[in-house]
């Protein structure tokens, strides 16, 4: 599921602008995982959300592709 | 290189379900052809026009050199970035930023350019790792003022140059068009993420600061990053350099698409500074290993192979100096990337995990002078962005990619500083903003058409297999040309989009496909193996025929050409 879940959004944007796949939207003033199949997991939303409010999740929405199994 | 966390290598039959599930992409459930249900009124867009002396495309490291040098050497200067400042494409990971200072370093400014052309094997330009050891030391001195070297996350420092200049700064905009007229740049153009909105920009030098990119691929920070700025610059007649060369980053075999699992250390450490400690390395050694045996890659850089491994002959050349150099480990506090970060086994990690990237600074606008300018008037690149072969076609100087970022872009920021100072006003009729709008927006406009991400993991499961261009041999990437001139000529032009984060993936689809075509004529072309470039069917270094770049440029019918460029010269 990638980005698994925002808990205790405070409305800031920071994961938004920080996201450089474009997942994540605001709503109505709160932030929501919109395309989470363009999910890199790589954690920035995490890290940059001042209240901690992003849960990751290590498996991909989509079919993987890897050069080696 | 550096190499992520190991885990338990995956079983053989779990390799053979992988490989399966590449041959089976029809079975994959995501909509190709459909019906575009169209989520907004495409009619309503609008468009707002901007104007400025320099404008810098993109937010990452070259860019921020490029935007400070470029305003305070006078120019009106303004940014735009399809992500955020400091928070997109591969500045977030990078934290070792090379250092020559002259106080503590052993060697001369020639030594160190000496063995890394020695380690590059030629493929390095001179003038430009000269460069880089000649200016790095201010770059971070810089950098230092600005508190990069205090925090994990960029984007605060960053900003703070960029607001105490008042520069303006248009971010979530993706750039999709350069536009040139009689071999001249004259803006670009784009549309917003967050608004209905097309966007253009008039300017009479553009400093492309957009990266590298790749395929989109799993395990590596790169899903923003789709070669946009060459691609653009490649359709308005630029020339393009370095395209066969592999990055070889890896990941882990367990959740291979989880980026952060394998690399979490970088995007979380304290930025450091580190002198010379010239290698050659990075993964393609132990791709050609793991072709031989049949089996997922195991171990990496810094890691003993095991004795099974140490069995298999032949493989990439390394030269005899820089055998058995083995990237250094972290420290537990900062570190160059160029060993294992802290507490990360190097055991069980799996080749891959940057397909479609070549080594960073080897591949994108051909330079034409010292000063970063490519062949169309007033456009300059900086970064992964330019070819310039600052390191070669393989990786020598550790934390050498960062900080040539920062290097080049103030070098292109003043370079295009003075060009802008005595260029006029450039003049974009009406008709053609109109028919460049229709352009970008075409994907909305379609009635039915291929999705974009169908589009793209199609081309993933053609280029991203091991046996196309990490062990190279003519009759695979011939198979897989024929593939992606498929995908060119029929895909692409029926790419449809529902809202704007569609038409931002069906144009970066777009841009991969025509990267995936230059990726694989180049290796097509390059007929021995050298650096990062393996093939089993020209396994030697070929120092009679090949001591050159390769050039590709679009032709007058508008088909690819490809060219060589001798080494340790600049094109006239």
């Known amino acids: 599921m990638t980005i698994k879940s925002i808990n205790g959004c405070i409305g800031c944007g920071e994961c938004v602008k920080s996201c450089p796949c474009d997942v994540i939207r605001m709503e109505d003033g709160k932030a929501v995982i919109t395309y989470a199949a363009d999910c890199q997991i790589c954690h920035l939303c995490r890290m940059y959300s001042p209240v901690d409010a992003i849960e990751m999740s290590p498996e991909k929405s989509i079919p993987v592709i890897v050069p080696w199994g | 290189m550096t190499t992520p966390v190991g885990t338990a290598a995956p079983s053989r039959r779990a390799f053979l379900a992988l490989s399966g599930a590449t041959a089976g992409l029809a079975t994959l459930g995501m909509q190709a052809w459909a019906r575009n249900t169209v989520e907004i009124d495409v009619d309503a867009i609008t468009n707002t026009d901007h104007a400025t002396d320099v404008l810098v495309v993109g937010g990452g490291m070259a860019g921020l050199f490029a935007a400070v040098k470029a305003h305070d050497a006078g120019a009106a200067t303004m940014i735009v970035s399809k992500g955020r400042l400091g928070a997109s494409g591969l500045t977030p990971f990078g934290k070792g930023f090379f250092v020559f200072d002259p106080a503590t370093e052993t060697g001369t400014i020639d030594d160190f350019v000496d063995t890394v052309s020695r380690s590059a094997l030629g493929t390095n330009n001179p003038v430009y790792t000269r460069q880089l050891a000649e200016h790095s030391l201010d770059r971070a001195a810089e950098l230092r003022e600005w508190g990069f070297f205090d925090q994990t996350l960029a984007n605060r420092p960053f900003m703070q140059p960029i607001e105490e200049r008042d520069i303006p700064l248009l971010e979530r905009v993706v750039v999709t068009h350069l536009i040139a ?75 291979p698409a989880a980026t952060f699992d394998g690399w979490g250390d970088m995007f979380e450490r304290v930025p450091s500074t580190n002198g010379v400690d010239v290698h050659h390395d990075l993964g393609v050694d132990l791709n050609y290993r793991a072709y031989h045996l049949g089996n ?20 990439p050349y390394v030269p005899e100096e820089f055998q058995g150099r083995v990237p250094p480990t972290g420290d537990g506090e900062g570190g160059a990337p160029g060993g294992p970060p802290p507490g990360f086994a190097p055991s069980a990690n799996v080749g891959g995990a940057s397909a479609g990237m070549a080594i960073h600074k080897s591949e994108g606008l051909v330079p034409f002078d ?73 994907p909305l406009r379609r009635e039915a058409g291929y999705g974009p991400a169908w589009v793209t993991q199609t081309l993933q499961g053609i280029m991203i297999p091991n046996f196309v261009l990490y062990i190279k041999k003519a009759s695979m990437m011939n198979a897989a040309l024929a593939y992606i001139e498929e995908l060119r000529d029929h895909h692409a032009p029926m790419l449809r989009a529902a809202n704007m984060h569609e038409l931002r993936l069906a ?66």
């Open chain 2, 296 to 315: 997922p890659v195991a171990g990496g850089p810094g890691s003993a192979p095991d004795a099974e491994m140490a069995e298999v002959k032949g493989g």
């Open chain 2, 507 to 572: 144009h970066e689809t777009r841009n991969m496909i025509l990267s995936a075509e230059m990726k694989l004529r180049a290796s097509l072309m390059r007929t021995e193996s050298r650096c990062s470039h393996y093939r089993l069917d020209y396994p030697e270094v070929d120092d009679v025929n090949w001591r050159a770049w390769i050039n590709l440029f679009q032709g007058e019918d508008g088909s690819m050409q490809l060219e060589k460029q001798p080494f340790e010269a600049l094109p006239t």
């Open chain 2, 370 to 442: 010292d000063r970063c300018a490519s062949n169309i008037v007033g456009l300059y690149a900086a970064g992964d962005a330019l070819g310039s072969h600052m390191s070669g076609g393989i990786y020598t100087q550790i934390g050498s990619s960062l900080a040539g970022s920062a290097v080049q872009g103030a070098i292109a920021g003043e370079a295009a500083a003075e060009y802008a100072a005595q260029a006029d006003t450039p003049v974009i009729p009406d008709a053609r903003i109109s028919e460049i709008v229709e352009e970008i927006l075409a």
């Open chain 2, 181 to 255: 007229e009689g071999g001249r740049i004259f803006g670009v153009a784009g549309f917003r993420l967050d608004a209905e909105e097309t966007v253009t920009i008039r300017a009479k030098s553009v400093i492309l600061c957009t990266g590298a990119g790749g395929f989109k691929p799993n395990g590596f920070p790169l899903g923003d990053l789709t070669h946009d700025g060459t691609v653009m610059a490649y359709r308005i007649g630029a020339k393009v350099t370095g395209k066969e060369w592999n990055d070889g980053h890896m990941t882990r075999a367990n959740h």
